[in-house]
Nanobody
Framework: VQLQAFGGGLVQAGDSRRLSCAASGRTFSTYVMGWFRRAPGKEREFVAVISRSGGSTDYADSVKGRFSISRDNAKNTMYLQMNSLKPEDTAVYYC?????????????????WGQGTLVTVSS
């Protein structure tokens, strides 16, 4: 499966932004999908994950209550709605896909990666 993340940009603290991840190739609905991010000078970290049907989700504590992950299997697209953005949310955001059903929260759980989209939150 090929993944492309887009929707990043420069926003103000407190603003909202929605990222999208478009998938092509094998059937999108067969993959668990996740979002990760890499802040400047830091390791890539888990943000959120969603099950194949969209019925189950999980989030990093740092974004819980502010971010919402969703997917539209008919459109082969996953989303990350980011609200109440903070400067510490500044990062390159990556979407990823993994086979199976387990909701992985580590990089090595994922088989396919998109190229990333930069979100910059100014204070």
């Amino acid at each position: 499966v090929q993944l492309q993340a887009f929707g990043g940009g420069l926003v103000q603290a407190g603003d909202s932004r929605r990222l999208s991840c478009a998938a092509s190739g094998r059937t999108f609905s067969t993959y668990v999908m996740g979002w990760f991010r890499r802040a400047p000078g830091k390791e890539r970290e888990f943000v959120a994950v969603i099950s194949r049907s969209g019925g189950s989700t999980d989030y990093a504590d740092s974004v819980k209550g502010r971010f919402s992950i969703s997917r539209d299997n008919a459109k082969n697209t996953m989303y990350l709605q980011m609200n109440s953005l903070k400067p510490e949310d500044t990062a390159v955001y990556y979407c990823a896909a993994r086979s199976g059903t387990w909701l992985g929260n580590r990089e090595d759980h994922y088989d396919y990666w998109g190229q990333g989209t930069l979100v910059t939150v100014s204070s």
